[in-house]
């Protein structure tokens, strides 16, 4: 697979030589996400690159979900003192290094041993929170050891209520700080690049298991401990079926599709702590969730992996800010790469951002300390931009410095 470009680095090369990203292992030369991913590409197989890039169907949800950056501008004040620029921001009361967590992921033990711990490592070492899946590998109370770790539990609802139940309790125990209920993904997005890499019964098809081949240092991981478990929900799946792509496919199948608000509310009232919903992407879901007693909404479209032609959050950002006013935290997540997209979406009213692939991209190309990579690249990214736009606080950002493309050259209001 070739690097992607962003549809404005397409702009900006159209008349430069050919260029190449750096594919190297040292992160020290790493200037972009895109070059933590030039590199994941270079060590991943294509059955995990698959299952990590994928998209839902012909993948327009993801296409657009860069897209949507693309349409914004930046209008930079000049003359203004920039000597100290700060990322930082409160979130749930307590400062992060960034206004970002890094978002749930499942199965990430297909891309490393011990990636969820991994991950957690990286974002507590440079400040922000980690959300760990439901369908993660390492067991919640190890990674809750993680040290200065801010850590959020992802509830995916399957089976009978006994589980989530039992997952809530442990979630307490194990110290997590918030939930966060995902609600779209009760059917399975279509994804059908990450099918074509198996066969009909879910294992890896033959020309997948000779490009893991080609991929040695995957591959001796990958033998040496075997494929990984889903530690958090293995004692909730028949014995016959826990498997890797067995327990996938049976937890799939238990997912009620009758999932709804009234279930929020029996989980609103069971969860004590701040609690997030998940995946919304229509403006009426906003309105009841912001008076469903929730803390935080998370809009989004699951990095577009569930639906086809969606719109991406960063559409519907500014009218849901409108919506829930100052009463609930609003967050977004799909298509962060850049510190430059993190300030848009601040921009349009979000209150914080969630990054899937680009720190798996670092977890790919250097476990925990690719993880901090990618985070201090965004970060190094945004208060660059932030001192080239005139503002040093995030807080000091206003909606007059950006303007939709097709609104250029700029007309004067009044
Ligand atoms: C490999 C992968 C696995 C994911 N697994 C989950 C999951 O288990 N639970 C969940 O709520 N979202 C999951 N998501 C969606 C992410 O939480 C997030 O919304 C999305 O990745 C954001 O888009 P981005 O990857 O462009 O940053 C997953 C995304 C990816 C890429």
New binding site residues.
């Given amino acids: 697979m070739t690097p992607m470009t962003s549809p404005e680095s397409a702009a900006r090369f159209r008349h430069s030589p050919r260029r190449q990203y750096y594919r190297g292992g040292n992160l020290d030369r790493v200037r972009a996400v895109e070059d933590l991913r030039a590199r994941a590409h270079k060590l991943m197989p294509r059955l995990v690159l698959e299952?990590?890039e994928a998209g839902a169907g012909s993948e327009a949800t993801l296409d657009r979900?860069r897209e949507a950056f693309a349409e914004w501008r930046f209008l930079p004040h000049t003359l203004v003192d920039e000597s100290h620029r700060s990322t930082e921001r409160e979130l749930l009361g307590r400062t992060a290094a960034m206004p970002l967590a890094i978002?749930?992921?499942?199965?990430n033990g297909l891309f490393r041993y011990h990636a969820d711990t991994m991950l957690a490592k990286g974002a507590a070492r440079f400040g922000v929170p980690f959300i760990q899946?439901?369908?993660s590998n390492d067991p919640m109370e190890e990674v809750g050891k993680v040290p200065g770790l801010r850590h959020w539990w992802?509830l995916?609802v399957f089976g009978g209520e006994e589980i989530w139940q039992e997952l809530l309790r442990r979630a307490d125990a194990a110290g997590c700080e918030a939930l966060?209920l995902?609600t779209n993904?009760q059917i399975f997005g279509d994804r059908e690049w990450s099918d074509r890499t198996r066969t009909a019964t879910g294992g890896p098809t033959l020309a997948s298991i000779f490009d893991a081949a080609r991929h040695p240092r995957w591959m001796v991981a990958a033998l040496r401990h075997g494929l990984p478990r889903f530690a958090n929900v293995l004692d909730f799946i028949p014995k016959d079926q826990r498997g890797f792509f067995e327990s996938a496919h049976w937890i799939r199948s238990q997912m009620p599709r009758d999932l709804s608000w009234n279930d929020v509310a029996r989980i609103r009232s069971r969860w004590k702590k701040p609690m997030f919903l998940?995946?919304l992407l229509n403006l009426e879901d906003v309105r009841r969730a912001r008076d469903s007693g929730v803390d935080g909404i998370m809009l989004?479209s699951?990095?577009?992996?569930q639906m086809d032609w969606a719109a991406s959050a960063l559409d519907i950002l500014a009218p849901a800010r409108e919506i829930v006013g100052e009463s609930v935290a609003l967050y977004m997540?799909?298509?962060?790469r850049h510190g430059t997209d993190i300030l848009k979406a601040l921009l349009l009213g979000a209150d914080a951002v969630?990054?899937?692939?680009?720190t798996?991209y670092g977890l790919c190309a250097a476990g925990a300390d690719g993880v901090t990579c990618a985070l201090e690249t965004l970060r190094r990214q945004m208060l660059n931009e932030m001192g080239q736009l005139g503002v040093s606080s995030l807080d000091a950002l206003s909606a007059e410095v950006m303007v939709r493309r097709e609104k250029l050259p700029v007309a004067l209001a009044s």
Avoid at 103 to 107: D, E, F, M, R
Avoid at 302 to 305: D, K, P, T
Avoid at 333 to 336: A, P, T, V
């Fill in positions: 299952y990590l979900e978002a749930p992921t499942g199965l899946s439901t369908m992802q995916y966060v995902t993904s998940k995946g989004g699951h990095g577009g992996r997540s799909g298509g962060i969630l990054s899937g692939r680009a798996l």
